[in-house]
């Protein structure tokens, strides 16, 4: 993580451990290159995966976690997740829905939303999650 300037380029490069080989990545840019050169103009999310030397998969148990944060939140919230395309909704305590669309990255901007509790659930085409949020 860090904070960087808009539109300057940056590189970043996947280096594994010991026993282990880069493989892709995943989130906001995806490839099999281990060097990336990308210009930021919003928060993202990337990550690098690894795999064993023999060319087994990583046991990897957080591959389905989803953090959001900040809650309580402003105007914006933070979806950390390790792939960006799947549904996201918004519902009232009550279960109105009062917004819903396609996550592609990792911020979603709520600021047209009221003060008050409202319920985030994220769908892609194997798990769903559901998030208890709140407006200040």
Do not use: C
């Amino acid at each position: 993580g860090g904070t960087y300037f808009e539109d300057i380029p940056i590189t970043i490069t996947a280096i594994p451990n010991e026993g282990y080989v880069f493989s892709h990545w995943i989130g906001a840019y995806q490839g099999t290159d281990a060097e990336q050169i990308i210009s930021l103009t919003e928060d993202i999310y990337i990550k690098a995966v690894f795999i064993h030397e023999d060319g087994s998969s990583v046991d990897d148990q957080e591959v389905s976690k989803v953090k959001v944060y900040p809650n309580p939140f402003e105007d914006k919230i933070h979806v950390i997740s390790d792939n960006y395309n799947f549904e996201y909704s918004i519902f009232t305590l009550d279960g109105k829905l009062v917004r819903n669309g396609i996550m592609t990255n990792v911020t979603l901007h709520l600021d047209e939303l009221q003060s008050g509790i409202y319920f985030l659930k994220l769908k892609n085409s194997s798990k769903e999650t559901i998030h208890k949020i709140f407006k200040n």
